[in-house]
């Protein structure tokens, strides 16, 4: 039965408008980025066998461009599209940011931060730079490191901070192991940066550390 003889209550785009879009299940929610469907499948039920396929949302939004087109009905057009949306989701949180600040919007700069970096394959480390007010200028990833540490510079962070006029900034970088707990590098690598930033009156407000479902905070954990 086609998608257009169910009930329209139970047509996702209908129930999305009616309801909202936390009322859909994943696989409604992708049936409408699909649109169609394929021979013999509906959009809902070519949905549910792709998140079956990639293990779930976050398999199917992570995929290569060779991963994501092995998908029944998918292809390059699907995938830039897709990857679009991905990007205009940051931005969106970014916006919001800049609207409000970084300390007083701390679960959506937690958002933002691991939408950022929870699924890089390698580790980065990046910076959140701020201004006076706490509001977020601009996020940059400085350095790139192997799976299992970055080298980082402290003269390219100052550097960096004074080239954007930050008074501030949040830290930031990723385990790719999944394990969010601050190593003793890390814990190393915050002391160096935080002692370079204040000898130009630059404060490092956190260093989050970003691993697979999980944050960690060094303002949270005492250790700034």
Same mark, same amino acid.
């Given at each position: 039965?086609?998608?257009t003889?169910?009930?329209a209550a139970?047509?996702?785009?209908?129930?999305?408008?009616?309801?909202?879009?936390?009322?859909?299940s994943?696989?409604?929610?992708?049936?409408i980025?699909?649109?169609?469907g394929?021979?013999g499948?509906?959009?809902?039920?070519?949905?549910r066998?792709?998140i079956?396929?990639?293990?779930?949302?976050?398999?199917?939004?992570?995929a290569s461009?060779?991963?994501?087109?092995?998908?029944?009905?998918?292809?390059?057009?699907?995938y830039t599209? #897709?990857? *679009?949306? +991905?990007?205009?989701?940051?931005r969106?949180m970014?916006?919001?940011? /800049?609207?409000? &600040?970084a300390l007083?919007?701390?679960?959506?700069?937690?958002?933002?931060?691991?939408?950022?970096?929870?699924?890089?394959?390698?580790?980065?480390?990046c910076?959140?730079?701020?201004?006076?007010?706490?509001?977020p200028?601009?996020?940059?990833?400085?350095?790139?490191?192997?799976?299992?540490?970055?080298s980082v510079?402290?003269?390219?962070v100052?550097?960096?901070?004074?080239?954007?006029h930050?008074?501030?900034?949040i830290?930031a970088?990723?385990?790719?192991?999944g394990?969010?707990?601050?190593?003793?590098a890390?814990?190393r690598?915050?002391?160096t #940066?935080? *002692?370079? +930033?204040?000898?130009?009156d630059?404060?490092?407000?956190?260093?989050? /550390?970003?691993? &697979?479902g999980?944050?960690v905070?060094?303002?949270?954990?005492?250790?700034?």
């Amino acid at each position: 039965m086609a998608i257009t003889d169910w009930p329209a209550a139970e047509r996702p785009r209908e129930k999305l408008i009616k309801q909202g879009p936390g009322a859909l299940s994943d696989a409604e929610l992708l049936a409408i980025f699909l649109r169609t469907g394929t021979p013999g499948l509906t959009a809902v039920d070519l949905a549910r066998l792709l998140i079956k396929q990639y293990g779930g949302l976050r398999g199917l939004l992570n995929a290569s461009l060779a991963e994501f087109c092995t998908g029944c009905g998918l292809g390059e057009a699907k995938y830039t599209q #897709l990857q *679009a949306v +991905l990007e205009m989701s940051r931005r969106h949180m970014h916006e919001q940011l /800049v609207r409000d &600040d970084a300390l007083t919007s701390p679960c959506l700069t937690r958002q933002y931060l691991s939408s950022c970096l929870r699924d890089k394959p390698q580790e980065q480390f990046c910076c959140l730079f701020m201004d006076s007010q706490h509001r977020p200028i601009v996020f940059e990833t400085l350095f790139y490191g192997t799976i299992d540490a970055a080298s980082v510079y402290p003269r390219e962070v100052v550097r960096r901070c004074l080239h954007h006029h930050a008074a501030a900034v949040i830290l930031a970088h990723n385990h790719p192991s999944g394990v969010a707990e601050p190593s003793q590098a890390d814990r190393r690598i915050t002391n160096t #940066l935080v *002692a370079a +930033l204040n000898l130009v009156d630059i404060r490092v407000l956190d260093h989050f /550390v970003i691993g &697979d479902g999980e944050l960690v905070s060094f303002a949270e954990r005492g250790l700034l």
